[in-house]
């Protein structure tokens, strides 16, 4: 005798819940996409005044009203910083690719995205280099041989973005402090992602390698 499942509200529940993650996915990935092509002219930040041609924050532009909110979230700030970032790069270094993987681990971060889907949205912008098959971090004498950051006072040397905001807070040339040895926080795109305290504004960001000289 062939007995039927018993399905319940927990099930349907459940279900409901994958399709709705699904669903922001695609919503994310696809803002996502659109945001890294779309000229710096034509986002409504750029018309509102808030960035400039170069997607850099005006600072003397407050953001007061609903629509200019709308227009400059955490989610458009990260997503301007990794813009910013393939814009800066005339080739493809190891360093610059260890910079987009803690950028882009603090999207994964804020939308939820899977790391694959951040890849596919990646490889449409027409990047020349394989996300599956990134050259090995630079700065290896700052890893221990478990892959541990070791102590010590390091460089900045790009601008990183706060967790919360999105904003740009911790300047390249500006120090972080690793006062014991620093395990991995995650792993990103092969890289090894380390949450770090920025001594000047006293709040943690995330860094790999690629970002820290001594």
Do not use: C
Request: glycine share 6%; hydrophobic share 40%; proline share 3%.
């Amino acid at each position: 005798m062939k007995i039927e499942p018993i399905y319940t509200t927990k099930h349907v529940d459940i279900l409901k819940e994958g399709i709705l993650s699904r669903a922001a996915d695609l919503f994310y990935a696809f803002r996502f996409l659109k945001l890294l092509v779309t000229k710096w002219e034509n986002t409504d930040a750029y018309k509102l005044g808030l960035v400039d041609r170069k997607g850099k924050r005006l600072k003397d532009k407050k953001i007061e009203t609903p629509v200019q909110k709308s227009a400059y979230t955490v989610f458009h700030r990260l997503v301007f910083n990794i813009k910013r970032l393939l814009m800066k790069i005339p080739g493809v270094s190891t360093g610059r690719l260890a910079s987009y993987a803690a950028a882009l681990f603090l999207i994964r971060e804020h939308t939820g995205m899977s790391e694959n889907q951040i890849k596919k949205i990646m490889d449409k912008v027409d990047l020349e280099f394989d996300w599956d098959n990134l050259p090995l971090q630079e700065s290896k004498w700052f890893v221990n041989i478990e892959g541990n950051l070791n102590p010590g006072t390091y460089t900045l040397v790009n601008d990183i973005a706060s967790l919360v905001t999105g904003d740009h807070i911790a300047m390249s040339n500006t120090k972080v402090k690793v006062v014991e040895t620093q395990e991995p926080y995650a792993t990103f795109l092969g890289e090894s992602i380390y949450k770090v305290l920025h001594n000047k504004t006293n709040q943690y960001i995330f860094i790999t390698t690629g970002d820290i000289t001594r």
